[in-house]
T-cell receptor
Framework: NAGVTQTPKFQVLKTGQSMTLQCAQD?????MSWYRQDPGMGLRLIHY???????DQGEVPNGYNVSRSTTEDFPLRLLSAAPSQTSVYFC?????????????FGSGTRLTVV | SQQGEEDPQALSIQEGENATMNCSYK?????LQWYRQNSGRGLVHLIL?????REKHSGRLRVTLDTSKKSSSLLITASRAADTASYFC???????????FGKGITLSVRP
């Protein structure tokens, strides 16, 4: 099992560019989510999904889109990158959305918007 | 919005000593979880304690939960240099709510 795989690991974007951060898991987890981590801010939830075809907004969804066409994949799209989106992005999954087990995290994507 | 707040923000101890980290939260919870993050890596789940549990052990980890005080503590016994990392508490308010993380504690274990 690879667990949760995120690509790319590093990315530099210019303001206004768009890109997709990829997240894939091979554990047949129903629940997947995206967090961003900023210094002094902890982790903040961007979007999440409780299963294929179902997505919902988290705490800081503006500027990001998600879709969940398969159980395995949960890409995060930046529509028009802004310097405020410079952050480290983590994808996390769990077997269910019921919160009775811990999350498995990917290794992160470090994004810089210039 | 952060639900859990860890204390202290940073902790430096000698190898072999015990490390105690605290987490306080504001609203009722379904469970509380602790995670570790090594520098430049993703978070790793350490332990989950449910609201009806008071204490839980896993190897050198001991977690306590006091729902009346809305607080939890993570104890790492006989610390090792490899325990150097950031530690986060995360709370879940209910079955349909999401996991909310604190800002983390930086633990340094000196060899």
């Amino acid at each position: 099992n690879a667990g949760v795989t995120q690509t790319p690991k590093f990315q530099v974007l210019k303001t206004g560019q768009s890109m997709t951060l990829q997240c894939a898991q091979d554990m047949n987890h129903e629940y997947m989510s995206w967090y961003r981590q900023d210094p002094g801010m902890g982790l903040r939830l961007i979007h999440y999904s409780v299963g294929a075809g179902i997505t919902d907004q988290g705490e800081v969804p503006n500027g990001y889109n998600v879709s969940r066409s398969t159980t395995e994949d949960f890409p995060l799209r930046l529509l028009s990158a802004a310097p405020s989106q410079t952050s480290v992005y983590f994808c996390a999954s769990s077997l269910s959305g019921q919160g009775v087990e811990g999350y498995t995290f990917g290794s992160g994507t470090r994004l810089t918007v210039v | 919005s952060q639900q859990g707040e860890e204390d202290p923000q940073a902790l430096s101890i000698q190898e072999g000593e015990n490390a105690t980290m605290n987490c306080s939260y504001k609203t009722s919870i379904n469970n509380l979880q602790w995670y570790r993050q090594n520098s430049g890596r993703g978070l790793v789940h350490l332990i989950l304690i449910r609201s009806n549990e008071r204490e839980k052990h896993s190897g050198r980890l001991r977690v306590t939960l006091d729902t009346s005080k809305k607080s939890s503590s993570l104890l790492i016994t006989a610390s090792r240099a490899a325990d150097t990392a950031s530690y986060f508490c995360a709370t879940r308010a209910g079955a349909n709510s999401k996991l909310t993380f604190g800002k983390g504690i930086t633990l340094s274990v000196r060899p």
